[in-house]
């Protein structure tokens, strides 16, 4: 009596270990995380520009219009803010390379200090340092405030304007 033997052929093997290579392949392509992470990332900025942002007009409107700011501010020139309590920051060295025109620091430390905004936020990209990579100016000829991301994914340009 003769027994047959079962088993897979090797272009059989070849064939399945192909097509769950392609899947594989079109699957982590249909999710794409840096694409997910960067995304997540821009959400965080829209978060936390919004609460500066929201923090700023609050404390402007509490206080008759005094302004924020702990350090001098001037219309119409955009400041990097800086972490709070930090001194290190030094005008004319902002780390905010991604936006044109950014000259100088500032400090929001009133912000924190009055309770408006729990900690001034880093950008998700940054975990240290003197900076936030946020940004923030007044129109001179609106006056209105707009607070801004220094860095973004997809060159999304993230400002909220109060």
Do not use: H
Not at 140 to 158: F, H, K, M, N, P
């Amino acid at each position: 009596m003769k027994f047959k033997q079962k088993g897979f052929t090797l272009i059989e093997l070849i064939i399945v270990i192909a097509i769950i290579a392609l899947l594989a392949a079109a699957t982590f392509v249909a999710v794409n995380p840096a694409k997910r992470i960067g995304d997540a990332n821009n959400a965080q900025r829209w978060s936390d520009v919004t609460a500066i942002a929201d923090a700023w007009s609050t404390y402007v409107a509490d206080n008759t219009g005094t302004l924020a700011t702990t350090s001098y501010f001037q219309d119409g020139v955009t400041y990097e803010i800086l972490v709070y309590g930090d001194t290190t920051g030094v005008a004319g060295s902002a780390s905010c390379t991604a936006t044109t025109g950014v000259s100088s620091v500032v400090r929001l430390d009133n912000l924190v200090d009055s309770g408006y905004i729990g900690t001034l936020p880093y950008d998700p990209g940054t975990s240290s340092g003197s900076y936030t990579d946020y940004y923030l100016y007044t129109n001179t000829t609106t006056g209105q405030l707009i607070v801004g991301a220094c860095e973004s994914y997809d060159s999304a340009t993230i400002e909220v304007i109060r």
